[in-house]
């Protein structure tokens, strides 16, 4: 499993230096935006910022594609079944295969729109580390037990994540075969993500006991950390929200 | 490490730190319905003691670690913390006093990242997350950590997390230490470089849970050892480790 | 069981985050009722992890192989943390893997968290309405329904918002079967499901019963 876009969440560039405050509420309204398209006319603007976005960041190419596999699958029954059925205007034949207008067009609206909100949130999330974007909610006002809990399940995903690994190794070091599928299989299977559930239940009560020890539950409010006005930021900020009124205002007029 | 004096955090603990160390009188502890696991335990701990606690596993160490900062409630007896009575509504301000290190260092750095870890207590404790930020790298850089302070907890080696774990419980100035095997997974190098960092740090009392006994002749002075429920024997380490009769009878390696 | 970006129109995106929002509000407040709240939190965050680490353990079922939801199960053992998890669980997905998902992450929230509620209720059900039963049965049964249910309906869910959703000119009758079609190929998949999740809870229930709710 690949986790973490925190990769490249050190590198300098525009979008790099945007406070991540102020980078959260402008990304996820352009995403919005973007997801309000349904002109296609409106596509090669909404395709023309994304890549402006993207070249902002100075994320490499590389992290894009490795990224686009996964959510590549999904799109890709869509886009294989809806040009061959949706839709009256036949644009070409072949046999009995019939490519239709509507569902062609339908599926470039979806994959326009899905690359230009797909590749905004990378880079929303390439660009800042995990934690800065947690402490940025937070911020906002996202509730401390949600912040908490996102804190406490990414610290120990990784850890998880490995123990699950020795155990699958051990159970096919003891001659278990995982490409059957049986009742037995099926049980092991089920002990395998039975004792991760326990084990993690148990260090969690010994995380609480550290937690506890260190003041966590019975907290003193904490002096409000000074908040110097961050210009930079806020212009991008009042830049993004712009275009993505921008977008939502031209799609309500075509 | 050089002696490092960092500032108090709150002036309001210097009223707390009156040179008393721990002391326990009749301490008892059991599970509800269960025999007890601790019977009249008593015991003082003095301000510039360095004690060993031993026995084998089972015998009650960690639930009389546990008793002693507050995790787990005596069914009777007192525990005094530099002066101040243990109560369940005492807790927060009397953990304060007391920096508890796990054996397992994970189940202890559950921050992303280790400065997070070091600045969870102080913030707790009303510290701004700028001054905690600062010091906490202080600490971090005194224990040799500067350069990962912000790598995620999982990448650092078995040592790398020890250190931070102390780091971070030594982050709210405690004036006691207590220390659940803390040696355990350690290579030699690492078990080492602990043993000189501990007496080096500005606490005023070091208790170690361990069963590393070559360890803990040369951390510790004196050794008490808790078997069947009751402290047994307390006397000088290095006395102990070389009484033969009394380390069998309490169950303790003659070959460590 | 994940709806991509660009595929919903935006007021279905925006009813989504409206529900959820609804649910996660409703979820903190039972939360912060607890006489300790913060105390539910390690546990519930270390579980979070557990499951999510856990829906990647794949069961070849030939030809291919499939992962596990475990939604039902989730709904079960987390209780009024569930919703929350599910949504802490999605964004993970979202963010790390790099699967996209952010502004469906309401809709996709609805779709697996109302199930999960819906299934933590029908596993309650093993001490009202299976307390005739031995307590074993019960259990493995209602495990059984469920897994099966939490599944069911966040399938439902799925292929319904896909399937109406999609800008096409299929019309309602072409739309209604194609889900109906959808729907009956997964039925043994429920089954599985409901038989690993009733596997999982029997386990729990054997090394660890306070994991379970009472």
Redesign the interface.
Known sequence: ?????DEYAHLKSPIHRWNPQYKLIGL?TL??AF??V?DLRLLPVISTLTIILYLLSRLPLSFLL??LR??GI??FT?VAI?PF????TVIWQWGIITLRQ??LL?VV??????????IT??V??GTS???NLIKAMRSLGL?P??A???????????????Q?NTMQRSTRLRGFK????SWR???V???????????????????????????????????Q??RSIDVYSVIALIITLAIAIGLIGLEFLL | MSQTTPEQINSSSTDLVDKNGIIVEDLVFSYPNQNPILEEISLTLKPGEQIALLGKTGTGKSTLM?NL?G?KQPNSGKILIQGISLEPKNL?EV??Q?G?G?Q?P???L????IL?DVI??P????????EATEQAQELLADFGLADVT?R???ELSGGQKRLAALA??LA?NPSILILDEPTNGLDPWWRRHLAEILPELPVQVLLIASHDLNWVRRVTQRAMVLQQGKIRVDMPTEQLLQDSSVLESCGLPLDY | M?I???????KV?IGGYAIAGLA?WYS?RE??KQK????G??????????????S??H????PASVH?V?NGLLGA?LGC?AF??I???L??Q???????G??TLGINAVIMGVPAIIAAQIFQFRYSIGHRLKPHVSLNLFGFFAGATGLGIAALLFFGLTITN?????DAQTEQTAIFGLMLAHIPLMG?EG??TA??V???QR??PE?LPS
Do not use: W
């Open positions: 499993m690949r986790f973490a876009l996820l995403m919005f997801a309000t349904e490795t990224r996964y959510p999904f799109l869509v809806l059925f949706s839709g009256e509507e569902g339908a609206l979806i994959v326009c729109r899905f690359l230009a909100i797909f949130g990378l929303l999330f580390s995990f934690l509730s037990i949600l908490d809990m996102m804190l406490l399940s990414y610290r120990y995903l990784f850890e998880l994540a490995y699950l995982p490409t059957q599928f299989n099926l049980q299977y089920a002990a395998l993500a039975g004792s991760l559930l326990v084990r993690s239940y148990q260090q969690s009560q010994e995380i609480y006991k550290a937690m506890q020890l260190r003041g966590y539950g019975t907290s003193m409010k904490s002096p950390s000074k | 546990e900062v995790l927060f953990r304060r007391i508890f796990f397992e994970n189940d202890q559950f921050m992303p990242t997070e969870f207590g913030c707790n404790y009303g510290v701004s997350p700028e912000h995620p907890v999982h971070a419980i709210l | 994940h991509s970006e660009g595929i919903l129109p935006a995106l996660t903190l939360i912060n300790n709240p913060t105390e939190v390690p546990k519930a965050a270390l579980l979070t992890a557990a499951f999510f680490v856990s990647s353990i069961i070849p079922i030939p596990f475990l053992v943390y929350p998890a949504l802490i669980g964004l993970f979202a963010v790390m893997f790099g699967h996209g952010l502004t999609i800008p096409s000119d299929f599985i038989i690993f596997m999982v029997s386990f729990l090394v660890k994991l």
